[in-house]
Each structure stands twice: as structure tokens, then as C-alpha cells.
């Protein structure tokens, strides 16, 4: 039988070893490999096998808990995603259709959509949805940050009903900020997914706390207060500069009544290859989203909440465990305080004023309502929604 004893093979052209082979038995390739057939592991698989690995929260738009549509702008619909816009958009969860190709044949179903209104570009205007990533997520994900040999990979699925270039920017947000852009051509009405390799960089600050570490923003529009010459070159880290964040934006976008953008499958991991969307089960999904946003109500009307007890003859204080623990303290909204009762024995009604007690942490939140010498001081008390399925209570932990 014929054999070939080397250590290294290498093509013609190539100025160093395509392979490497060593004494036991260990064969290194130092680029892609392409295999046409299957692939047997009989040791411990592929390293993209692994879970945990996309430090991306709800990255296939599975969770809204605040709700499905809003023309509002911030936090309104999908969790972990804000949307700032510039004139009139609605930001909405949407279906994705059947398709035998694309985001849907990968198996996703749900994607983050905006609608832009009849607006016209100005040089103020800003409309990017953003998401944020907690220091330690990226600290302890294994990305060596200061190393411009250790990579990021962000990848993604994006549809336009307008065909154009558009950006995706990162800005580190602890210490001093840096900054990174990238682009990509959508064509209109088609799935296009982007994949995008990020490198570290000597001047990125990361702490081992819940901080914010970096922001990564997809812009429909900016205007040219916040672009133009003399930033960054593309793919390139540099301390971030606000007014000149990318080159000048295309308007077509932002001028196009009724133009959409849509996005899904956002993955961001660690390496130079994107590997197959991590797919997570939607309750895997709602717990790590509940670190950042827990919602009370909207279920049934009188739905109740917790049991609490009267401090004195007004106010009812109510103890909300937060299991999963929030990220810090949260801060609360509410629909109206007028969607939310109290029961007790000796009476009941609705609130006119609610909020959320000081000695309240990430690990407990204490709600009150308050009803004017109702009630009796030391008693226990159900805190519940009035007679509507519009009662929210919204407590939050958003970076």
C-alpha cells in the first residue's frame, strides 16, 4: 500500500503549510476546509455544537413582553431591543412567511419590523434599533477584547422593501468609547443574511460587572449631524465619534413612505466562523429576558399579583420575588394607577397613586398602592387589577 510520510502539504502558490500534520496524529488547517460529503466525529464533536454560545438575548425575536406594536420610541416592543427614531415609524413584532428559503426554512418565525411614515430626511434625524451586551456577558464569553487576533463573529438575517446600503455600528460603553462600522447591500424585499467578523482592539475597556459593555446599532437612517468625513475607515476600531459615526446615510429609506426593515436570527460569538443560529426554546428565551424586564398584569381582569399587608390605613405594600434576580434594581411604570385594587377584610378599591418602595433590590421588589384611609393599618391585603385586562405593571432593568 502506498504511503506519504510528511509533516506539512502545501499548494503551489501558498507561501506557507495549507496542513499540518504532527506525531500524534493531530492534523491542523489553517484556513477553511470544505468537506463535500459527511463528516463522522468519534471524539467529542464540533466546537459550534456547544449552547450558551450567542451572547445575544431573544436574538430570534421570540419575546415581547411589553407588547406587539407601538409608534412610541425606546423600549416598546421586543425585549432587548430599543428603537430611536426620526419622524413617524411604528416598531412592531412580526410573522415571518413561509418560505423555502431564507430566515424561515432556518426556522425562525418571528422577526423585529419598522415601518417608516411619510418623512423626509433631515440632518438631525437619527433611526437605529440598538441592543446592549452586560460587560461580564462579554468579559467571560472567552473573546480575548484587546487582542486583534481574537474574534467576534455577528451574524443575521435583514430584509428592506428598499434596495440600499445600509450600517451596523458597535460602541463600547465602558471607559473611554470606541467605535466600529460596518456596511451591507439589501436588496429590496429579499432576506439577505450578513455575517460580519469583528476583531479586539488594544483601546476596548471591559469590566467584570453588569455594566454596560457594548452597543451594537442597526441604522435605518442617520443624518449628517452624525456622519460625514473624517471618522473611522470601515471594519476599523477608533475611539468613537458621534458626529461622524459613519459616511453620509442614504435617504432613500427614510424618504420612502411605507418602506420596511426587518431583522432576525442576530447571533454575536465568539471566533472567526458563524455557525448555525443557536436556537433557544421560547421559555429558555422569556428567563433571560426577565433579568431586564418582568411584566405584572395584562392576563384577566382582577388578576392578582401578591399578597401583601397595610402599613397604615392607606397603602398597601406588596413583596414581588424576582426570580430570575433583575440585573439591579429596577425602576417601574405603571398603565394607570387607577387599573390596580387592593382587597382586605375590611374593605377594597382602587389605587390612586402606585410605586415602587425604596427598600426594593434586584432580588425583591416591593410595589405599593395607595387609597385614601380605607383600610386597616397591620392587615393583609391582595394587590390585583381593577376590572380590566389593561393593567401593567412594568418593572425594569434595561442597560
Request: include cysteine; glycine fraction near 10%.
Amino acid at each position: 500500500m502506498a504511503k506519504v510520510i510528511t509533516t506539512e502539504l502545501q499548494h503551489a502558490g501558498a507561501s506557507s503549510a495549507n496542513i499540518t500534520l504532527d506525531s500524534s496524529k493531530n492534523v491542523t488547517v489553517e484556513n477553511n476546509l470544505t468537506v463535500d460529503g459527511n463528516i463522522s466525529v468519534a471524539g467529542t464533536g464540533l466546537t459550534d455544537t456547544l449552547s450558551f454560545r450567542n451572547l445575544i438575548i431573544n436574538g430570534a425575536m421570540q419575546v415581547a413582553q411589553r407588547g406587539t406594536s407601538s409608534t412610541d420610541t425606546g423600549f416598546k416592543t421586543l425585549d432587548r431591543i430599543a428603537y430611536y427614531k426620526a419622524g413617524t415609524q411604528t416598531q412592531s413584532q412580526a410573522d415571518i412567511a413561509s418560505a423555502t428559503s431564507g430566515p424561515y426554512a432556518s426556522g425562525f418565525r418571528k422577526c423585529y419590523k419598522v415601518v417608516n411614515g411619510s418623512n423626509t430626511a433631515g440632518n438631525t434625524d437619527a433611526a437605529t434599533f440598538q441592543y446592549s451586551v452586560e460587560d461580564q456577558d462579554l468579559v467571560c464569553s472567552g473573546w480575548n477584547h484587546t487582542d486583534p487576533n481574537s474574534k467576534l463573529t455577528l451574524s443575521f438575517w435583514a430584509r428592506s422593501s428598499v434596495a440600499q446600503t445600509f450600517y451596523f455600528q458597535i460602541r463600547t460603553k465602558h471607559g473611554t468609547n470606541q467605535g466600529y462600522w460596518s456596511s451591507y447591500a439589501l436588496s429590496a424585499n429579499t432576506w439577505t443574511k450578513v455575517t460580519k467578523t469583528i476583531p479586539g482592539y488594544a483601546n476596548i475597556e471591559l469590566a467584570n460587572d453588569s455594566g454596560n459593555g457594548m452597543n451594537l446599532a442597526w441604522n435605518t437612517y442617520y443624518g449628517t449631524d452624525n456622519t460625514g468625513s473624517g471618522g473611522l475607515a470601515e471594519n476599523t476600531w477608533g475611539a468613537f465619534a458621534g458626529n461622524a459615526s459613519t459616511p453620509d446615510q442614504t435617504v432613500t429609506w427614510q424618504n420612502t413612505n411605507a418602506a420596511t426593515f426587518e431583522l432576525t436570527g442576530v447571533q454575536l460569538e465568539v471566533g472567526s466562523t458563524a455557525t448555525d443560529f443557536e436556537h433557544r426554546s421560547y421559555a429558555d428565551e422569556l428567563l433571560r429576558c426577565q433579568r431586564y424586564l418582568r411584566v405584572y398584569g395584562g392576563h384577566a381582569a382582577y388578576q392578582r399579583i401578591g399578597i401583601g399587608y397595610f402599613s397604615n390605613t392607606s397603602r398597601l405594600e406588596c413583596p414581588l420575588t424576582l426570580a430570575p434576580q433583575m440585573r439591579t434594581t429596577p425602576t417601574m411604570t405603571v398603565s394607570d394607577a387607577g387599573h390596580w385594587k387592593a382587597e382586605s377584610p375590611s374593605g377594597s378599591g382602587e389605587f390612586t397613586a402606585v410605586g415602587l418602595d425604596g427598600n426594593s433590590s434586584n432580588q425583591v421588589a416591593i410595589v405599593w398602592g395607595d387609597k385614601s384611609s380605607s383600610f386597616t393599618a397591620g392587615e393583609s391585603g391582595r394587590y390585583l387589577a381593577d376590572n380590566t385586562t389593561d393593567a401593567r405593571i412594568y418593572l425594569s432593568a434595561e442597560l
